[in-house]
């Protein structure tokens, strides 16, 4: 609700994991009566994964376990441009949230210059997000938007750009759009 948030997907296997998935769908339906502003809907891990293929735009938040969110968190990667622009963060409002790209560490590609550093940066705009400081986050989102815009970005975006030219780049927007 604080980022303007308007609905919330829960994805599960409730049809196969029964007794696991029950209790996700029993948390989910009384967590979300406390917010009658949010629209709700639910989907199967299966089903989800086709209607993200067919229409992406019709989500907001989704609330799976671990191990869908990591297949689907790909695909949806996937569907925005890579896992080089994907952003994550696994947030817990009661305790300290863990926010990494999608993608991770990519260690076959560590120290060659090639890694898009994008998705780390706008990881850090979710950090800054969470924290409370939006205007800073939404600055970082535009730089990167600038960057993208100019097609200064590395190999697996269609550039030409090292790792380290990539997040040089988005630091000199960041300058210009602040």
């Known amino acids: 609700m604080k980022t303007g948030r308007k609905k919330v997907t829960l994805v599960d296997k409730a049809n196969v994991l029964t ?11 009384e967590v979300a009566a406390e917010y009658g502003d949010i629209e709700t809907d639910h989907y199967y891990v299966d089903a989800m994964a086709m209607k993200m293929v067919r229409s992406p735009e019709s989500f907001d938040v989704v609330v799976t376990p671990n191990m869908f969110g990591d297949i689907l968190t790909d695909l ?3 569907i925005v441009g890579g896992l080089g622009l994907a952003a994550s963060a696994n947030v817990n409002p009661e305790e300290t949230g863990m926010f990494e790209p999608v993608h991770g560490s990519a260690p076959d590609i560590a120290g060659k210059g090639i890694a898009n550093p994008l998705a780390a940066i706008l990881t850090a705009s979710l950090m800054l ?6 205007d800073a986050a939404k600055a970082v989102e535009r730089a990167v938007e600038r960057v993208i815009a100019e097609n200064r970005v590395t190999p697996d975006l269609g550039g030409k750009l090292s790792t380290s030219q990539v997040g040089d780049a988005v630091v000199e927007a960041l300058e210009v759009v602040v």
């Not at 007794?19 to 339906?29: K, Q, T």
């Not at 997000?129 to 939006?134: D, S």
Request: hydrophobic share 45%; aromatic share 16%; charged share 25%.
């Open 19 to 29: 007794y696991a998935h029950d209790l996700w769908e029993r948390v989910f339906a």
């Open 76 to 78: 949806g990667a996937e």
């Open 129 to 134: 997000e969470h924290l409370g400081l939006g």
